[in-house]
């Protein structure tokens, strides 16, 4: 079996949480890495579209956006004010 294929990809359960949270801010530096509160809020809003990726149990990818009516995929899109449940295009 190839690697690709013993990938496991799902939704991020919310007691994945905190995994994920460290995942992501290794992704960024500080000052552009999200807040603990604003990366819950985000999931709560739109846990649909946070996404996960495993091997053999381990974490090693996630993917997570919003709905928002920006046209546009900034950062601006994903916060309080960006965000909206109905909006017709995706930011992640």
């Known amino acids: 079996?190839?690697?690709?294929?013993?990938?496991?990809?799902?939704?991020?359960?919310e007691?994945?949480?905190d995994a994920a949270y460290?995942?992501?801010?290794?992704?960024?530096p500080?000052?552009?890495?999200?807040?603990?509160?604003?990366?819950r809020y985000r999931y709560r809003r739109f846990g649909a579209y946070f996404w996960s990726a495993w091997i053999?149990?381990?974490l090693v990818g996630i993917a997570n956006g919003v709905r928002t009516n920006s046209p546009t995929c900034g950062d601006e899109a994903k916060g309080v004010q960006g965000a909206d449940d109905?909006?017709?295009h995706f930011a992640c």
Do not use: H, N, V
């Open 30 to 39: 500080p000052e552009a890495a999200a807040t603990t509160e604003a990366f």
């Open 1 to 13: 079996m190839s690697e690709l294929s013993a990938i496991e990809l799902r939704p991020i359960r």
């Open 86 to 88: 109905d909006g017709i």
């Open 22 to 28: 460290r995942l992501e801010r290794l992704c960024y």
């Open 56 to 58: 053999g149990g381990k």
């Open 15 to 17: 007691e994945e949480l």
